[in-house]
């Protein structure tokens, strides 16, 4: 009984949704939500935005399926979509952000731009002030440490695949990671849990599966 053949690897689950079993595509969105999540936080995006970016993400990886090639792990290769797409969403949004920096600077009425309920992350998080400092101290990082630190404490890639995905050399990856730590408060560092850090709550990883599906839906009836 111990001599099932387990199928659940990235690419017999490619083969199999290449084969006509979208149903299976479930299974790729479940296990990299939470990583595609932590990126986009960390690339600076709400929750919201995150979303958004995940679904697009999941969308363009289905319509290239054909295009995958075992050059690199589908782990690599997703998350350097998902980056291409953070990229793309902050070149769109700059001049909206800039006009939101200025209106911030000169408005006196606080009352304009409440700010965002922080539950609405869903995170289960053990002390919410902690990782609201974390947070916050993280996006203070310049992108590239923020991103390197993201993928490699909060995402859990190697060195290598870092590299790969953010096109640079493993010695640039350390180097940044190094600087990065450096840059983090002593005291976020001695109780710093990943787990704890932009965490995606089960009820938003079942949303985005459903979105996403759904989505894939439509697209089958289309062709």
């Known amino acids: 009984m111990n001599e099932v053949k387990n199928i659940n690897t990235d690419f017999e689950v490619l083969q199999d949704i290449i084969a006509g079993d979208t149903s299976r595509f479930e299974i790729l969105i479940r296990r990299y939500n939470s990583t595609l999540y932590k990126i986009a936080r960390g690339y600076g995006f709400t929750h919201h935005d995150a ?3 995940m679904q697009e993400t999941y969308i363009s990886v289905y319509k290239n399926l054909s295009r995958f090639r075992n050059d ?3 782990k690599t290769w997703i998350i350097k979509i ?10 769109k949004n700059e001049y909206k952000r800039n006009q939101t920096a200025s209106l911030f600077a000169t408005s006196k009425n ?3 731009f409440p700010v ?25 990082l310049p992108e590239n440490y923020r991103i ?8 859990g890639l190697n060195v290598n695949e870092t590299a790969e995905v953010m096109n640079t050399t493993p010695s640039n990856v350390k180097v940044r990671m190094n600087r990065a730590k450096l840059m983090l408060r002593k005291e976020i560092e001695k109780i710093y849990s990943a787990e704890d850090i932009y965490e995606f709550n089960l009820v938003y ?19």
């Open 82 to 91: 998902m980056l291409n797409q953070c990229f793309h969403k902050t070149k």
């Open 51 to 53: 979303e958004d970016l």
């Open 72 to 74: 690199s792990t589908f």
């Open 116 to 140: 965002r309920n922080q539950n609405e992350t869903g995170r289960s998080v053990i002390n919410k002030e902690l990782n609201q400092v974390i947070e916050s101290t993280l996006d203070k």
């Open 205 to 223: 990883c079942d949303k985005i599966v459903e979105r996403v599906m759904n989505k894939i839906l439509e697209l089958k009836t289309h062709e």
């Open 110 to 112: 606080e009352g304009m």
């Open 148 to 155: 390197t630190f993201t993928l490699r404490e909060l995402s």
